[in-house]
C-alpha cells in the first residue's frame, strides 16, 4: 500500500509541474515571440521570415498590376507548405524553395530562392 500511496504522491508533483511549465513557457514565447519549430517545414518558414525580401521582375510586375500583393507572400511564409521534392535544397550558395498554398481560394506554388542574407521571391504559379 506504501508503494500506491508514494506512486500517487508522485503522479500529483509531476502533474502540476507539468502544467506550470506548460503555462510559464506559453507565456514566455507570447512576450518574447519566439516560437519552436522542431519540424523542418516550420524551420524553413521561419528561416524565411527573418531575413529581408525581395521580388523577381515577373513578381514585382504582378505586385503592380494587382494581381497578388504582399500579404499573399506573407501567407505563404506563415502558412504555406514546402514541397521539399521539388525544392532544390542542396544547392550553394542559395537554396530554391517551393511553398504550397492558397490564392483566392485556388492553389499555387510560390518558388523562393533562399541565400544566407536575403530572400527572393522568384515566381508564382496558380492552377485553375
Do not use: H
Request: aromatic share 10%; charged share 25%; glycine share 6%.
Amino acid at each position: 500500500m506504501a508503494f500506491i500511496k508514494r506512486l500517487g504522491w508522485y503522479l500529483v508533483g509531476l502533474s502540476i509541474g507539468i502544467v506550470f511549465l506548460t503555462v510559464f513557457l506559453k507565456k514566455k514565447s507570447d512576450e518574447t515571440g519566439t516560437e519552436f519549430c522542431y519540424f523542418p517545414n516550420c524551420r524553413v518558414l521561419k528561416d524565411l521570415r527573418s531575413k529581408p525580401l525581395s521580388y523577381s521582375n515577373d513578381i514585382q510586375v504582378l505586385l503592380n498590376n494587382k494581381t497578388i500583393d504582399s500579404t499573399t507572400v506573407a501567407y505563404f511564409f506563415n502558412n504555406g507548405d514546402i514541397d521539399f521534392g521539388n525544392s532544390d535544397t542542396k544547392s550553394t550558395p542559395c537554396k530554391t524553395y517551393k511553398i504550397e498554398g492558397l490564392v483566392k481560394e485556388k492553389q499555387a506554388i510560390l518558388t523562393v530562392i533562399n541565400c544566407t542574407d536575403k530572400v527572393v521571391v522568384d515566381k508564382i504559379s496558380i492552377n485553375n
